[in-house]
């Protein structure tokens, strides 16, 4: 009997035994599966996404409506101008805080500034006699947005392979955009009834949430180093050189590829248009219904316009120099369009017949339904516009330190132009005067982009992108010396 008993507890211990095992080897296959899908690419430019989702996103949504969702446009517009300049700035001298403190933690502290714009218009919506809280908080703003695209740009551009570049970057905006759609439905939800020209309190509330959760979105991304790319070969990121090193940099690059000059002025009035689309249309002609819809709207055609010139720009079918004459063309069709309909919106009102009106346009008015579709174009043509340029340095090169100075002079000398007209806009410039300078700057912008498709972007581009980086990597290391 005792046999049996003992017989019966090897027989109990050895199965338990062997279902710990299986356990434990499930855990481990699930472990490993999480872990393959984690170190994705795909992955990781899907949280990056997220982290501009909670921050960026959301400040655009909020932007969108029209001084800021406030009544007064003028503090909303030289608080954007602050924050553009300091952005200008500092986006010029972010790559060697970049190099120095790594993506994840650069990604991190840029997110913090986002959360702080937020809160400074809540204070101000309180209490208004604290609206110099507002310009404070977009200087540090832009302090941060520095941070923040240095590395998004340069993590977004070192992860994808020759034939990604166009489909990460339209995922990337999407979610980014996607940020703005869900900012602009909870303004929408919130203020569909209003009666008043700004938003509620509980809006700037959950905006500042959501930036907050935005905050700790970096802490569960990978570091860069433990990366490979989709095709097997690894993510070779830039060493931490000195801030000189990284100085240095920044002019090696306009010297040995001096053809992103020709991108310049598309840099320049990447974000010039917004003070137009916002403040000079959004704002000046709807009540905040009209307003927070319109902003909707427009963020969501974002989406699909990323997506739209992405899958242009990555058919394998045509060679790299007809997709990017197939993108400036899809370009040049759509600012002509949609400043050729804007124009006989803008010619029928001023500044002072804006302030002299009560009773602004409704989403029920007849004449909201060709409005509202302009500003649908004017959605598919910001997302169009960025995401080509983006293409375009993507073309230049493969050297992720060289991409970072790239996208270092894109976001420098776009928010240089966007403080600029935003400053403008709070001096009280005529409507006119601003949309005619965003039509022809646009204009200006492609055109100026013609040399440098035609001498760097050629059909046997592996061959120039690697002769043009091999120069640049060498003058890092002598650099480095």
């Given amino acids: 009997m005792e046999d049996y008993v003992n017989s019966e507890k090897q027989s109990t211990s050895s199965k338990e035994e062997s279902g710990s095992a299986v356990v434990t080897q499930d855990a481990t296959q699930s472990h490993a599966r999480f872990k393959e899908w984690y170190y994705r690419p795909m992955t990781q430019v899907i949280l990056l996404g997220f ?48 190099n120095y403190l790594g993506p994840i933690l650069t990604l991190q502290l840029g997110t913090f500034g986002y959360a702080l714009n937020v809160a400074a218009y809540l204070s101000t919506n309180i209490n208004p006699k604290t609206s110099a809280f507002i310009l404070a908080a977009g200087a540090i703003q832009g302090v941060c947005a520095g941070l923040l695209w240095t590395a998004q740009g340069s993590l977004m551009l070192a992860y994808s392979t020759e034939s990604q570049k166009g489909i990460f970057i339209g995922i990337f905006w999407s979610i980014f955009n996607l940020g703005s759609v869900v900012g602009s439905s909870i303004s929408l939800g919130q203020n569909y009834n209003s009666k008043a020209n700004g938003v509620t309190e509980s809006t700037y509330i959950a905006f500042l949430v959501l930036t907050l959760i935005g905050v700790a979105i970096p802490v569960c991304m990978a570091n860069p180093k433990k990366m490979f790319r989709s095709d097997g070969t690894k993510v070779v990121y830039a060493q931490h050189p000195s801030v000189r090193a990284t100085l240095w940099g920044l002019w090696t690059t306009l010297r040995n590829d001096p053809w992103i000059i020709m991108l310049f002025p598309m840099f320049f009035v990447s974000n010039w248009f917004y003070t137009w689309q916002f403040n000079e249309y959004n704002s000046a002609l709807f009540d905040i219904r009209g307003r927070s819809l319109n902003n909707l709207v427009y963020w969501i055609a974002q989406i699909f316009g990323s997506i739209a010139i992405a899958t242009l720009l990555d058919q394998k079918r045509l060679t790299w120099r007809m997709r990017a004459w197939a993108g400036w063309s899809v370009l040049f069709v759509m600012v002509f369009v949609v400043h050729i309909w804007a124009y006989f919106y803008q010619r029928n009102y001023t500044r002072a017949t804006v302030a002299a009106t009560i009773n602004k ?98 059909d046997n581009r592996d061959e120039i992108v690697q002769k043009m980086d091999e120069p640049e990597a060498a003058n890092e290391k002598v650099a480095q010396v």
């Fill in 361 to 458: 346009i409704d989403i029920h008015d007849p004449k909201y339904v060709g409005r509202v579709f302009l500003y649908i174009f004017c959605g598919l043509l910001d997302a169009m516009w960025q995401t080509t340029v983006y293409w375009l340095m993507g073309v230049m090169s493969n050297d992720p330190a060289k991409l970072a100075h790239f996208v270092g002079f894109y976001k420098g000398i776009q928010s240089a132009g966007a403080a600029g007209v935003w400053r403008a806009d709070g001096e009280g410039l005529p409507y006119m005067n601003v949309f005619i300078s965003t039509w022809v700057l646009l204009a200006v912008g492609l055109i100026c982009a013609i040399p440098m498709i035609y001498m760097r972007v050629a």
């Fill in 51 to 98: 982290v501009c989702f909670m921050g960026p996103g959301l400040y655009n949504a909020l932007n969108g409506l029209g001084g800021g969702g406030r009544v007064d446009t003028k503090t909303n517009a030289n608080a954007n101008a602050v924050h553009y300049a300091t952005f200008a700035f500092f986006a010029f001298f972010a790559g060697p805080i970049h």
